[in-house]
C-alpha cells in the first residue's frame, strides 16, 4: 500500500514535470526532492546531458562503424574477435579512463550449411534455422512425419512413445506487446522444447519461429539439451512456412519434411568482456554499470540485438567523460561478452567480482532494440527510492514515466543482481522488436537515429545522477515468485 | 481536347454515381449509356455479378489451393507441371464449358546453389540473388573488387575497359507508387545490366534489388544478353545489403566480393496455357479474355505474383459460368506459362492465332498483385467507349474511376495487343507489390481475402459486360511513341 501512495505521489509529480515539457517553451528545470543525495547543481549537470544528446550523440555512428566494419558476431567466431578488439580501440578513442578486457570461454556452436523442404505430392521449400546449440542431422538429411501440437503445453501432454520417428511441430504463434510480455509465453519451446519431444521418441523438433512479424524470415536463438535426453535436431521455420504446413496438415495431408543441418558444437570457444572506465573522482571503487552486448546471432548484423544498446550506452557514458568534472562515482560501461548463447560474460563477469558486488551500486543494460524509452523502473532499496524519483524527474521530458513496480533488470547484469547489486530499467518500447529479434533482417536501416538520442539522453542522466547522488542504492529487493 | 473533355464529363457522371453508393443505402442501379450497346437488363446482371463477389468470391480460396498444393513453379519445373494440371482440374471443376491445354517451350533455366559475401578485414555475408537466365560462376567461386555506380546510366558512361576484373555494381534506389511507376525507371539494369557491364570488362554485375523494401529480401526477375557479348554472372543483394556496400565504399574501404552462383540453362523446357471457355450463347467465337499468369519465381510462393491474378480472375468467369444464362460471346480464362522468363505463353498463344486476333474483342490481365482496383482504363476504337464508359459506370460504387487517357495492357494480353486486340487495365493499387514482388516473401499471408472478392466483382462486372455489349471494341489504338 506504500508503494501504491508513493507511485501515486509520483505520478502525479511527473505528470507536473511532463507539463513543464510542453511545446509552449523549454522544459523547466528539475526541482530537487529530499532525500535524493543531489543538489541542483547535479540536476542542470544532467539536464545538460539530456538536451545536448537530444541534439545529436554519437550512438548513430558507433552502431554503423560495429554493423559496417564487423557486422554479424556469434561468439567465437573471427568476426566476434574483430569487435572486441574494435570496442577495446573505440572506448580509447573515445576518452575513457581505462580500457580492458576480461577473458571468457563458453561451448562454440557453428550453424553450417542447413535447408529443409516438404517433400511428396506438395513438395515446396522451407524458410528454416537451427536453434543455436542445436546438433545437426548427422551430415545426411532426415527425412520424417510432422505432428502438431498448437503449443508446448500439449507437446508435454503427448503419451511417450507417441512421436516415435517423427517431427514435432509446435505452431504457437507469440503475441505482440510494447514491453515483449508475448515473449516469455512462447520461448520456453525454443530453450526445451527439443528434449521434450525427444522423450516422447521424435526425431526432430520444428517450431513457429519466436517473433511477432509475418515477413518471411526465420528467428533463431539459444535452446539447450536436458543432460537425461539423447539429442535431436531443432529448427525454426518462418511465420509463413508454418503457416503452410498448419494448412496442408488441415487439408488433412501427411506432411513429411526433409531437414539437412549440419550444425555442430565445436568445443570450446573464446571471447572478452570490453570495459571502459570514467573514474570516479571520490569514490572510484564504487561504479554504476550500464552497456549492451557485442556478440550477436550469426544470420543478421546485429544493429537491433545488441549494436543499439552498444551504441545507446557507449555514447552515454562517452558523455559524461566529456564533462568537465568526473562524477564521484566510476562508471563502468561494459560490452558483455557471449549473451546470446546464455550469458557467459555476464556470469564471467560477476563471478569474478563475487563478494565485491557490493561495490556495484547500480546496473542497466540496453538489450531491446532501438525504441524509444518509455519507463523508468528499478529494484534498489527503499532508502534509495528518493534519488530514482529524482532521476525519473530529469527523464520525464522525455516522455519518459517512473514505475515503482514491475520491470526487471536487462540479461546481462541478471547475474549480478543475483548476487545482490541494485538495478535499473530503462524500458524500450519493444512493439516491433520481435519482428526483426535473431533474424537476418536484424539490419542497421531498422534504427531511427533520433530514438537512440533519446535513449543516450536518458542513460546520460541516468547513469551521471546515479553516480553523483549521496544515496547508497543497498540492494536488489527479492523479486516475488510470481509475477 | 475531346478526350479531355469527355473525361471531365465522364469524372461528373462518374462522381455522381459514387455518391449513389454511399452509406445512406444499396448503390442506385446504373442507367443505360446510349451508344453502349448494353440494356438494363444487362447492368442489373452485372451489378448482381458485382454485389455477390463483395459477399465473398471464390479467389481467395483458389490462391489458397495453388500456393499450399503447389507453391513456387519456376515454368519447366515439376512444380509448374502440378500447377498445370492443378488449373486444368480445377477449371473442369468449376464448370467451365470448354478447358484446354495449348504447349509452350522456353528456355529452361535453373538457380542452384547461390550465395555471397563480403571478403577481408570486413567481411560479411550478403543476402543476394542470381537473376533469372543468368549464367553462374563456373563451378567455382569467383572474386573480385566492386565498383559502384549510381544508376544504369552511370555504367554505360564508364570508359571502355575500365572494370576490368572487377565487379560493376549499381546501387539505383527504385522508387514507390501507387500505380508501380517507378519499376520502369529502374528494371532497366536488371534486364540490360549485364553486358553492358561485360562489354566494360567487368566479370559481374550485382544490383541493389529492384524493389520499395528495405526488409533484408533480394529480388529476381528475368536478365537478357546481348548476342554479341560474354556472357557475365549477374544478381541483386537486398536493400540492407546495397547499403551496406555503399557505406563501405562510402568510407574508402576497397570493397573485394566473392559469389558463387550455380545458375545454368538447362536446354529448352516445356509448359502449357491452360484454357478455359465459358461458351457464348450467340457469338462464341468472339472472346473476352481475362487470366493471369500460373507460373512464378522460385523463392515465394507466387501469391501476390501472381495466384492472385490466378484466383481473381479465375473466380470472375466461374461466377459467370454459373449464371443461368451465358453472355453473347466467350470469356476466355486463360492461366497463361512462363511470363516470367519472357512471355513465352502469351508469344506462343498471340502466333497461334494470327489474324485471328480479330475474334479476341477485348483482353485484360491481372498480375499486379491483390492490392484493391481504384482505375479502369482501356485501349479501344473511339466506337467502344461509351461501352466502356457504361462498364466504368458498374464499376463505380466499387471506388473504381474510369480513366480515358494512360495505362497499359497487363503483360500477357501484350502481345495479342501488339497484333491489334484491344485491352482494358483493372488497375491495383500497387503500393507495397514491389515490397515483395518476386521475393521469398511471396506468401499467401500477404493477401487481403476482401481486396480479392472486390477485383472479382470488377472483372466479373468487366467481362460479363464486355462480352454482352452489342457494341464491337475494334482494334487497339497505336500507342504514342513517347508517354
Known amino acids: 500500500m506504500l508503494r501504491l501512495l508513493s507511485a501515486l ?69 573471427p568476426a566476434d574477435h574483430r569487435a572486441v578488439a574494435w570496442a577495446e580501440q573505440k572506448l580509447k578513442a573515445l576518452g575513457f579512463d581505462k580500457v ?118 526465420a528467428h533463431t536463438g539459444v535452446m539447450r539439451y536436458d543432460a537425461e535426453t539423447g539429442k535431436i535436431p531443432a529448427a525454426a521455420v518462418s511465420s509463413p512456412d508454418a503457416d503452410q504446413i498448419s494448412r496442408l496438415l488441415a487439408r488433412g495431408e501427411t506432411v513429411r519434411v526433409r531437414l539437412d543441418l549440419a550444425a555442430a558444437e565445436m568445443g570450446m570457444g573464446r571471447s572478452w568482456n570490453v570495459i571502459g572506465e570514467v573514474t570516479g573522482r571520490e569514490s572510484p571503487e564504487e561504479f554504476v554499470v550500464i552497456g549492451g552486448h557485442l556478440d550477436s546471432w550469426d544470420q543478421g548484423t546485429g544493429a537491433l540485438d545488441d549494436g543499439a544498446g552498444i551504441g545507446i550506452t557507449m555514447a552515454a557514458a562517452e558523455a559524461i567523460a566529456k564533462l568537465p568534472e568526473r562524477p564521484r562515482r566510476s562508471i563502468r560501461f561494459i560490452a558483455w561478452a557471449s549473451e546470446e548463447n546464455g550469458l557467459f560474460g555476464a556470469r564471467q563477469y560477476a563471478a569474478s567480482v563475487g563478494a565485491a558486488w557490493e561495490q556495484h551500486q547500480v546496473g542497466a543494460e540496453s538489450d531491446f532494440g532501438a525504441g524509444r524509452i518509455y519507463a523508468l523502473r528499478a529494484g534498489v532499496s527503499p532508502e534509495a527510492l528518493p534519488a530514482i524519483r529524482q532521476i525519473g524527474g530529469v ?13 526487471g533488470p536487462g540479461p546481462d547484469v541478471g547475474p549480478l543482481v543475483m548476487l545482490g547489486m541494485p538495478w535499473a530499467q530503462l524500458a524500450q518500447d519493444g512493439t516491433d522488436y520481435f519482428d526483426y529479434h535473431h533474424t537476418p533482417n536484424d539490419t542497421l536501416d531498422k534504427i531511427d537515429p533520433k530514438a537512440l538520442d533519446q535513449q543516450v539522453a536518458a542513460y546520460a542522466a541516468f547513469a551521471y545522477l546515479s553516480a553523483e547522488t549521496a544515496v547508497d542504492f543497498g540492494r536488489a529487493p527479492v523479486r516475488e515468485a510470481t509475477r
Open 9 to 77: 505521489a509520483l505520478g502525479f509529480c511527473l505528470a507536473s514535470t511532463a507539463m513543464a515539457a510542453s511545446p509552449m517553451g523549454p522544459p523547466r528545470q528539475t526541482e530537487a526532492l529530499p532525500g535524493s543525495g543531489l543538489e541542483p547543481k547535479d540536476l542542470r549537470v544532467a539536464e545538460g546531458l539530456r538536451d545536448r544528446a537530444l541534439e545529436g550523440s554519437a550512438a548513430f555512428g558507433i552502431v554503423e562503424e560495429l554493423t559496417t566494419l564487423v557486422g554479424p558476431r556469434l561468439a567465437g567466431t
Open 100 to 217: 580492458w578486457r576480461q577473458e571468457v570461454s563458453f561451448p562454440y556452436w557453428r550453424r553450417g550449411h542447413e535447408s529443409g523442404e516438404i517433400v511428396g505430392a506438395h513438395a515446396q521449400p522451407l524458410v528454416l534455422t537451427t536453434l543455436g546449440g542445436s546438433v545437426g542431422t548427422g551430415g545426411k538429411p532426415l527425412e520424417a512425419e510432422i505432428v502438431e501440437f498448437a503449443n508446448f503445453d500439449a507437446l508435454k501432454a503427448a503419451a511417450p512413445g507417441s512421436l516415435n520417428g517423427k517431427i514435432a511441430f509446435v505452431g504457437y504463434r507469440m503475441g505482440r506487446a510494447r514491453d515483449g510480455s508475448g515473449y516469455g509465453p512462447a520461448v520456453g519451446v525454443r530453450g526445451a522444447g527439443a528434449s521434450e519431444a525427444a522423450r516422447k521418441g521424435a526425431v526432430a523438433l520444428l517450431i513457429r519461429s519466436i517473433g511477432t512479424s509475418t515477413q518471411r524470415f
Open 395 to 407: 527523464l520525464a521530458p522525455l516522455g519518459i514515466v517512473t514505475e515503482e513496480t514491475g520491470g
